[in-house]
């Protein structure tokens, strides 16, 4: 969309990104089997290399989990040292 929202045209993209016009229309079709790398360069070449950044900042269930290990962790370090102890 956002390629077309630019009206630039795929062989435009490609070339800006320095990935070929199929990699380009693979990503455009969210393949699997493109890199990373390439997915970046289209972003650079877009303008919207920022939203990389972005990629994990809502990881809901990474911090639910981490949540739950940082509450036993201080739930054995007060069995270990006694109720007032942390």
């Known amino acids: 969309m956002a390629r077309l929202r630019r009206g630039w045209s795929a ?20 393949s699997p089997s493109v ?21 994990g900042s809502q990881d809901e269930e990474g911090r639910r989990l981490q949540d739950m290990n940082l509450t ?7 069995k270990k040292n006694g109720p007032h102890e942390v």
């Not at 062989?11 to 969210?30: M, P």
């Open 35 to 55: 890199t990373m790398g390439h997915y970046a360069a289209v972003l650079f070449a877009l303008g919207l290399d920022k939203d990389l950044a972005l990629l």
């Open 11 to 30: 062989e435009n993209l490609a070339v800006r990104a320095g990935v070929s016009r199929g990699t380009l229309l693979a990503i455009e079709k969210g």
């Open 72 to 78: 036993r962790r201080a739930t054995r370090r007060k």
